[in-house]
């Protein structure tokens, strides 16, 4: 059982940063491959980037072509935390962001939020033109 908690969302004008957190409960964080997830008003989630669990210092990074080059994914497993640094923001990244935990095969992780297991409860961001 893991549990997830999202910190690090608020209103910041286009081209602006912001960096997201979540921190997971458990022992086993490093076991879980993870991704980020957001949704905006009246549109379906939509995959963002995905970090998989590889118990050593490999690791395979994916991104939605619609944030590669501005948003980094990464993993702190000491800490429990996986980031998702977003810069040049644009108002179209305007969404909740989730992030969400998978049980899979080491080295191994996917896009399709419906195979994740474990989700947080979503933070908010805004970006303003």
């Known amino acids: 059982q893991v549990q997830l908690v999202e910190s690090g969302g608020g209103l910041v004008q286009a081209g602006g940063s912001l960096r997201l957190s979540c921190a997971a409960s458990?022992?086993?964080?490093?076991?879980?491959?993870m991704g980020w997830f957001r949704q905006a008003p009246g549109k379906e989630r939509e995959f963002v980037a995905t970090?998989?669990?590889?118990?050593?210092?490999?690791?395979?990074?994916y991104y939605a072509d619609s944030v590669k080059g501005r948003f980094t994914i990464s993993r702190d497993n000491a800490k429990n935390t996986v980031y998702l640094q977003m810069n040049s923001l644009k108002p179209e990244d305007t969404a909740v962001y989730y992030c969400?935990?998978?049980?899979?095969?080491?080295?191994?992780?996917?896009?399709?939020?419906?195979?994740?297991?474990?989700w947080g409860q979503g933070t908010q961001v805004t970006v303003s033109s």
């Open positions: 969400a935990a998978i049980t899979i095969a080491r080295y191994s992780t996917t896009p399709d939020d419906r195979r994740y297991d474990y």
């Open positions: 458990g022992r086993t964080f490093s076991s879980y491959s």
């Open positions: 970090i998989n669990w590889s118990g050593g210092s490999i690791y395979y990074i």
